[in-house]
């Protein structure tokens, strides 16, 4: 009975700071997402689906499989909405982006989405470093 409560009052904080882990990568991969398309969509929603984590070249790096809904922007909502696209090249370049790495896209519409997120492991914490065809 006490290997019993001893391998429990060990596993616990194992468990935790794994938990608390997968919670930084999602948060990560959710606002480096926000920021990413934020030229050319407005994310409604965003749920993880699956991470993984992988040794790469330079370190550690995940990949955030992901679903949720996005309100495309027309191109005058973006030039005008703050944060969003400054002209209409930006507006293209991001949409042309976007739309290799999560499918059609229609201006002005809401639609659900689903993709793949990769993100480096720094010193600091988890970098967004974009879209992903995985």
Do not use: H
């Amino acid at each position: 009975m006490k290997k019993l409560l001893f391998a429990a009052a060990f596993a616990a904080p194992l468990c935790f700071t794994a938990c608390k882990s997968s919670e930084l990568v999602a948060s990560a991969a959710e606002n480096g997402l926000r920021k990413d398309l934020k030229p050319v969509c407005e994310v409604i929603n965003f749920k993880e689906v699956a991470t993984e984590e992988k040794t790469a070249d330079g370190g550690k790096a995940a990949l955030v499989r992901f679903e949720g809904e996005v309100k495309w922007l027309t191109l005058e909502e973006a030039v005008s909405s703050r944060g969003a696209a400054r002209d209409a090249q930006e507006y293209l370049l991001k949409l042309e982006y976007a739309s290799s790495k999560l499918g059609g896209v229609s201006a002005g519409s809401s639609v659900r989405v689903k993709g793949a997120i990769l993100l480096a492991k720094t010193d600091l914490g988890w970098l967004y470093k974009g879209l992903s065809l995985e």
